[in-house]
């Protein structure tokens, strides 16, 4: 487990360097049946002198116990294609209760790249996102590609309410909410802050409600299935990682999580800026990087069997935040999450 000093904020990144971040952590899942989604390497650790690799994604991209799934990892750091792994359904895959996560597990002898988990705490309306993926094929785009957009923060669901107005729960812990440019496919895919550390995990795009009568429900909210933009208000939505670390506090020391909590540094964009304060630009530029690929760079590795987790807990605690914090989530917080 590394944790990072709160003291400091922390450099931002220029958008290309968060993007090179998200192409060597975030991964494909692939079922056999269902709709296919995204996740991020959260975390490594060695089980029998084999790396065991921790993925992240939206309970909903892995909520089929009858189907069977594939991890397309990122390109390893001593090689040059991408590996597919074949995963257990029954004993590599967790959901964690009342929220739309779920941990994946894969196994490799190669070394890949584990993203760095921030603070989402600092992650309000204003800070500057950017979020990864694969989206399914569209009709220009034929095939799933990595994406790479950004927005701004532009609501917390998890916020204060007026005085004469009932908080309502967030519904499965989707706080977050970004414009950024998302399509189906992307689900499980990471939030990454100006900094590059990981702040969320996004999987649901708001839809217009047209009628009571065809009122959206959260599954056709959801950032899987068929590639469509019917309906698309705009807003995207994300779950806080704070929220996860809360569910499952031994995760660091047993995952072999690294966390920075220090606060993300202001952006300064002295190349896409038009216009205004060039040093203090705090507003990521408007990016879409796409990654082009040949499917023939994916090599299929056969399926290993799981071993058990060693067992050690640590609760990772909370920093001192320079910038007003949203209030906690109203909802009740469900029983913590065993790890395997």
Do not use: C
């Not at 922390?10 to 290309?16: D, G, I, N, V, Y």
């Amino acid at each position: 487990m590394t944790v990072a000093s709160p003291a400091f904020a922390k450099q931002a990144l220029l958008p290309t360097n968060v993007a090179n971040i998200a192409k060597s952590t975030v991964v494909r899942i692939e079922p056999s049946i269902n709709s296919a989604g995204s996740g991020v390497i959260i975390g490594r650790y060695q089980e029998r002198g084999k790396n065991v690799y921790v993925v992240l994604t939206a309970g909903h991209v892995v909520q089929h116990s009858d189907d069977e799934y594939k991890v397309v990892t990122p390109v390893p750091k001593e090689g040059k294609k991408r590996l597919k792994i074949a995963i257990s359904t029954q004993k590599d895959i967790q959901k964690l209760p009342g929220l739309d996560l779920a941990i994946v597990r894969f196994r490799s002898d190669r070394n890949f790249n584990v993203a760095t988990v921030g603070n989402s705490d600092f992650t309000t309306e204003g800070a500057g996102v950017y979020i990864a993926g694969f989206p399914n094929p569209g009709e220009a785009i034929k095939r799933r590609v990595f994406q790479f957009t950004s927005s701004l923060i532009s609501s917390r669901l998890d916020g204060e309410v007026a005085e004469d107005e009932k908080e309502q729960a967030v519904d499965k812990g989707y706080a977050l909410v970004y414009t950024s440019v998302t399509r189906a496919g992307m689900s499980g895919g990471p939030v990454f802050d100006v900094s590059g550390r990981l702040v969320g995990i996004h999987g649901r795009g708001d839809r217009e409600e047209t009628s009571r009568a065809s009122k959206v429900t959260s599954e056709r909210s959801q950032e899987s299935g068929s590639q469509t933009v019917a309906g698309k208000t705009g807003f995207n939505l994300g779950i806080p990682i704070s929220t996860f670390l809360r569910i499952v506090p031994n995760a660091v020391s047993k995952l072999g999580i690294s966390i920075d909590k220090s606060e993300p540094g202001i952006f300064n964009n002295t190349i896409a800026l038009r216009g205004g304060n060039r040093t203090s630009a705090t507003v990521p530029p408007n990016t879409n990087i796409q990654e082009e690929e040949d499917e023939s760079a994916i090599e299929v590795v056969s399926e290993s069997k799981p071993k058990r987790t060693p067992n050690t807990q640590v609760s990772p605690s909370r920093p001192t935040s320079t910038q007003p914090r949203p209030k906690p989530n109203n909802t009740s917080t469900p029983a913590g999450g065993k790890l395997w």
